[in-house]
Every structure is written in C-alpha cells, then in structure tokens.
C-alpha cells in the first residue's frame, strides 16, 4: 500500500463519475472542485521529470496487480494521473468561463498561480506510457516484457486458474504473472480512449497472464470479455466471481466473505450483462447481451429522481416500470424511449 498511489485518481475519479451521473453540480463547485485541485497537485509533486528522455515518470509505485512492487510507470498508474490532470484542467476552464467567482475563491483559498496550472499541463502532454514499440501491446509496467514468459494453461474443478508450475521454483515477481487485473482495468475504465483492436489485443495477451489472486479480479474479466465479444469467457469469468465464497474458490472464505467481489459481481450483472450505461448527454442507456443460459433479469436502479425496475428476457428486449418519480428519457438498444 506505500506505493499504490494510483488511488488518488481514484478518488478523482469517483467524483466525476458521481457528477456525471447525478448531475450534482453543487457538490462539484462546493467540494469536489478544491478535492480535484489538490489531487492534481499530488500529481504534480509524485511525477519526476527525466531530461535526457524529456518526460515525467512516476518511479517506485505499485499499480492494481501487487505482486510487482516497486516497479517504474505502472500504465494504470500514468494514465490514470494523466488522465486526472486533464480533467481537472478543463474543469479550470470550465469555471473560468461559467463560474467565475467560485474559480476566484478556490484560486485565493488554495494559493493556485497560473505557473503551477501551466506545470500540470506540461506534466500531462509529456508523462510516459510504457507499450511494446511499433504495436498496440500495452505494456504493465516499465521492464514488464522483459520478464519471463509463464502462461496460465490449466483449471480446476471449479474452473479456476491453477498455478503455474514454472512458479515453483521462479518468484512471481520475476515473471508475466500477475495478481489481478491492471492493464484490463485501465481499458475497463478509460475504454472509450482505446480503439477496439487495442482492446481486444491487450484482454488476450493478459488475460493468460492472470491468476486473479485478488477476488476483484474475475468481475473485471467478465465485462471485458463482453466488450471484447468473447460472450462465453465473459460468462464463465462471472461464474467464477459469484462463486468465489460459496464454493470458497480463494480457501479463505472462513475469514469473512469478500464484499467488494459482491459488487462486483452486481456490476458485471448490471454494467455488463444487462449493458448499463450513462452516455455523453446524460442518458442512461441499456444494450444488454444476456447469457443463453438466462431466460430473464430483474434489477432494479436509481436514476435521477426516479426509481425503476428494469426486466430484460432472453431475446434482449427491455421493460421498464417507473416505480417511483417522474417521466424519464433511456437509450434503450440505440432507440431513445420515454418512460413515466
């Protein structure tokens, strides 16, 4: 944990998912504007730049997979504080141009000069993003394909990675191998800044690679099979996150079941499966891609002041009931639809 700094984006990111979704301007100029300027000038003093390559790195951090630590530019670690520094950037923008006096009384409360503004707009125009030379291979970290190739190629009963035997006499750390998704979750969460064939290149090349050590991991898996048109692993990635305590797939269930792969497993439902999602505009949308082994979903979501209960069958049409709250707009398959 002393160097899984990657949590800073993180929070960062929480915020503006949180805006997006509940459209809770209020927060966003009262508190989430000062928790973004100081995340960004956390990033400012961790990336050190190197001259004689001119480019920040970020050295000595451990990125979402902790069975390689320190290492130098975890990927999900850079991205995600370039990334971080960007969105607090336009947010800049945004209240210059629309919210001048709140912009004035952060720039005073928090001592903010232009020159330091400036420094995290060079920082992310130059912070470094390690991938294989002249492919669309991202690579985990600085030095990652330098290690030694093990490939995970058995399963269990349970349909659970086995390890490697190669691990018996090779630390992990010098190895491929690793805990959970990291370079996937970067994808999961920024893949609209990834074109198809990068997605589809980096989920094949890791997902060989991981022996999802952490229970957080197969849920990740499962939606990004999804969205990588792998329908089949998808589902058996979230088989193996529902089962994680009930059939004790990790042997520590008797420690207390492992509550964040329970969300998890609801997202992959929910945000995979039934296709949720909240456009550009606002709009929630649902694409479903249901199992053939279901032959109906029920769940149900908060959205704006509405709450809804949302059935989809086994051909992907939706019904949506308005249990509480006023008439509302959802994408439903591309089609805009009004529901009350």
């Not at 190197?50 to 997979?65: A, F, H, L």
């Not at 949308?285 to 979903?297: D, F, N, R, V």
Request: proline residues 2%.
């Amino acid at each position: 944990a002393v160097y899984e700094h990657h949590v800073t984006a993180a929070v960062a990111y929480g915020i503006y998912d949180y805006v997006k979704i509940t459209g809770d301007q209020q927060f966003l100029l009262n508190k989430g504007s000062e928790i973004l300027m100081e995340t960004a000038r956390f990033w400012a003093s961790r990336c050190e730049y190197i001259e004689e390559k001119n480019r920040y790195e970020i050295r000595q951090v451990t990125g979402p997979d902790e069975w390689h630590e320190p290492v130098n530019n975890n990927l999900y670690t850079n991205y995600l504080a370039r990334w971080n520094l960007r969105y607090v950037l336009s947010l800049i923008e945004q209240l210059k141009s629309d919210q001048n006096e709140v912009w004035n009384r952060l720039q005073k409360q928090l001592s903010i000069t232009e020159e330091e503004i400036a420094l995290w707009g060079e920082i992310q125009s130059k912070i470094y993003l390690p991938r294989k030379e002249g492919t669309k291979l991202l690579e985990q970290f600085e030095g990652y394909f330098d290690l030694k190739e093990v490939l995970i190629e058995k399963y269990d009963e349970n349909d659970w990675p086995i390890r490697p035997e190669a691990l018996k006499d090779t630390k992990t750390s010098l190895t491929q191998i690793i805990k959970q998704a990291d370079v996937v979750m970067l994808l999961h969460l920024m893949g609209e800044e990834f074109d198809e064939e990068t997605t589809k290149l980096n989920y094949e090349y890791y997902e060989k690679r991981t022996l999802h050590g952490s229970s957080l991991s197969p849920s990740i898996y499962s939606i990004m099979g999804l969205k990588t048109g792998d329908d089949s692993k998808a589902y058996r990635y979230l088989k193996r996150a529902a089962f994680i305590d009930l059939l004790n797939l990790q042997k520590n269930t008797r420690e207390g079941i492992h509550a964040a792969n329970a969300g998890g497993v609801w997202q992959t439902v929910v945000f995979g499966f039934a296709g949720v999602s909240i456009d550009k505009e606002g709009v929630l949308e649902i694409a479903p891609t249901m199992p053939k082994e279901w032959s109906k979903l029920t769940f149900r979501i908060h959205y704006g002041d509405a709450w809804l209960e949302i059935t989809i069958d086994a051909n992907n049409q939706v019904t949506i009931t308005v249990l509480e709250g006023g008439s509302i707009q959802v994408k439903i398959n591309n089609q805009l639809m009004n529901f009350s």
